[in-house]
């Protein structure tokens, strides 16, 4: 007996033994091809995933395939979760000392990003106009820096 390495999920191979005789014999032997194929495996993750709003209660989900399906897909499952942020929380929440922290998504190699606009902290006038600090333009400077340098890599 011999075990068989390296093998991918999913696929059928053909298997045969041969036998090898001594110089002095004209003919060796060799067996009947054997067919199996090899268990499925859990598929790697969908590629190309993003979201599109519909409308104020509607959003829709598009994705590929993933790269290594590992068998045949019958069904993709997709979970979601409400986030129920409550009009007390929100409305308590100081946004100019605890602004939102922004994530960088990675969707199919691709960097997405949404500039947000700083209004009704310290850095407006009168107006509405935002007016912004060095600090902030920094901090945003560094900002696009790291983004391009990932896009680089």
């Known amino acids: 007996s011999q075990i068989l390495y390296d093998l991918r999920p999913a696929t059928q191979y053909g298997v045969y033994v041969t036998t090898y005789t001594v110089p002095s014999e004209r003919q060796s032997a060799q067996s009947d091809i054997q067919y199996f194929t090899t268990k499925p495996k859990q598929p790697s993750m969908p590629t190309a995933v993003r979201t599109e709003s519909l409308n104020s209660t509607a959003i829709s989900v598009h994705w590929k395939p993933p790269k290594e399906p590992n068998g045949v897909i019958a069904f993709y499952r997709i979970r979601w979760q409400r986030i ?62 790291a983004i391009k340098m990932e896009n680089e890599i």
């Open 84 to 145: 129920r942020n409550g009009h007390r929380r929100l409305a308590i929440r100081d946004y100019c000392n605890n602004p939102i922290q922004h994530r960088l998504l990675f969707l199919d190699g691709q960097v997405t990003t949404t500039p947000v606009p700083i209004l009704g902290c310290n850095g407006t006038d009168g107006l509405g106009k935002s007016v912004v600090s060095q600090s902030i333009l920094d901090a945003q400077k560094d900002y696009e820096e």
